[in-house]
């Protein structure tokens, strides 16, 4: 925050140094108060933010966000008709919860939490209506990764864990309510899966000596070689989930190509449809529908992030957004119906600001702010040339 006012106070030393005229001008010396702006608070930057990380539940019922109980990020859930009376649904009082989500069981939430910052995270449920906490993978020593969630299966979610093994994660299906566990997929070779709605592991990947990646699909007869990304462009391809109906899987791309491309890959035929190209930059994600699992928008970053979207209705609804403000707006979270957003607005000289939208009235509403503004403190804007 000092450069600008130091560069500028240097360019003004060089301009009175060019000439006699220049350097015989009187000036009045600044004040203290006018040459360096007050320091900001270590906490603003770096503390806990006030709230973050909002979300809506797939049926729409609940709202949820993390928020501090005496200095320490807990899981904050709220009705989605009534969002100011939210209460604490987890009781973390030492490291702080960092993730969560709602379940497709329409009472539970998820979230990870690891053991003094071991991050030998454990996946733990919550009933939202009785506060019972449970811990899905109480395995000493052992990592717990939420692999998928889906609506054809509600109370389940898919977990990768290596209780087993500490060098290979099994897949299991862990119920939510039960915490009854079944093994999917024991695992003795590769480095990672991507499963369909169903939970069948369609593909599965492992690093090739020379860096790359190669990526296998599962037949009736076992595992064959499908695609191979070679060490240059295994940043930038990867395989980003399938169709609700599991016939398309979505990859992003970029073997023989500057920059990642999105592509649909008929599973029947084999063949591979461009969805979105940018010359400029690679595919930074996509947005898709909650019901179908079809690609409904897709981001790049040249600059700055924006989304091209490939549904009409959703492209309109989100230009009406952008009378929010001046600034990047992102669709952070969606009710399965798709037809209530949780939106974010964030600005380069401003904290970023959860909106709730409902897509059948049009209706906007504030939601919150992740920090509130900060006294005495003035932010430059980024601007992109």
């Known amino acids: 925050m000092l450069l600008r006012p130091l560069s500028l106070a240097l360019l003004c030393l060089g301009l009175a140094a060019c000439g006699t005229e220049a350097s015989q001008t009187t000036t009045t010396p600044a004040t203290a108060a006018e040459a360096e702006p007050a320091l900001i608070e270590r906490t603003v930057l770096f503390g806990n933010p006030e709230r973050a990380s909002g979300q809506i539940s797939p049926d729409g019922k609940w709202l949820g966000y993390l928020a501090p109980v005496d200095g320490v990020l807990n899981v904050w859930v709220a009705p989605a008709s009534a969002p100011d009376d939210a209460r604490a649904v987890t009781s973390d009082a030492l490291r702080g919860i960092r993730m969560f989500a709602f379940s497709h069981a329409t009472d539970h939430l998820v979230y990870l939490q690891d053991e003094g910052g071991d991050e030998n995270f454990h996946l733990f449920a919550v009933n939202i209506e ?35 093994n500490p060098q290979y994660f099994d897949l299991h299906r862990v119920n939510v309510r039960t915490g009854e566990m079944t093994l999917v997929f024991e695992n003795n070779e ?41 060490q240059v462009d ?152």
């Open 190 to 230: 590769f480095a990672g899966f991507v499963a369909d709605s169903d939970y069948a592991v369609r593909y599965a990947s492992r690093a090739t000596p020379d860096g790359g990646m190669q990526y296998y699909r599962a037949t009736d007869e076992g595992w064959v070689e499908d695609l191979k990304v070679d």
């Open 234 to 385: 295994s940043m930038t391809t990867a395989l980003s989930g399938f169709t609700e109906d599991g016939r398309t899987l979505y990859l992003i791309d970029s073997r023989d190509r500057d920059t990642g491309a999105l592509y649909a890959r008929d599973l029947d035929s084999g063949e591979a449809t461009l969805v979105h190209e940018d010359a400029r930059a690679d595919i930074g994600g996509v947005l898709t529908d909650p019901a179908t699992g079809e690609v409904r928008a897709v981001s790049v970053n040249y600059r700055r992030n924006q989304w091209h979207f490939l549904d009409d209705a959703m492209k309109a609804d989100y230009e009406k957004l952008k009378a929010l403000g001046d600034g990047e707006i992102t669709i952070a979270s969606q009710t399965d119906d798709n037809r209530r957003w949780v939106v974010v607005l964030t600005a380069s000289d401003d904290s970023a600001k959860y909106f709730l939208f409902d897509r059948d009235s049009g209706e906007t509403t504030e939601w919150f702010d992740t920090r509130r503004p900060w006294p005495g403190c003035r932010c430059s804007r980024c601007t992109t040339w």
């Open 130 to 164: 009785t506060g019972e906490e449970r811990n899905l993978t109480p395995f000493p020593g052992a990592r717990a990764m939420p692999a998928g969630m889906s609506r054809k299966h509600p109370d389940e979610v898919l977990v990768q864990l290596n209780n087993r």
